[in-house]
């Protein structure tokens, strides 16, 4: 995780940082409609991401406090990964990118 001294001083920044690449985005919308998701489900609806690079984004949100990775001791080993606490403060973020994406499209 981040400290404080490390995140850009502007507010936007930060949060560009934090959640502003297209997989991160990906990766947070998909938890926002389903509760708790698998590797394999990314892989399966964020579609053109290499596994390397879901694993990346993947650790770099659990790094940053907003999902977490729960491990279930089963043979084969089940991973899940769902929105944090803090993770779930990105809903309303989500919500106006969706709203907005929605009536950009309406009104092209």
Known sequence: MLTREELP???VATTVQLIGNKWKLL???NLL???KQRFTDFLKTVPGIS???LTDNLRALEGDGLINREIFAEVPPRVEYSFSE???TL???LDA???W???YKANL
């Open 27 to 29: 990766i947070i919308r």
């Open 91 to 93: 809903k309303p973020i």
């Open 101 to 103: 994406g929605r009536e």
């Open 9 to 11: 001083e502007c507010p």
């Open 33 to 35: 409609y389903h509760e």
């Open 97 to 99: 990118m969706s709203d």
């Open 51 to 53: 596994k390397k690079v």
């Open 86 to 88: 803090r993770g779930k």
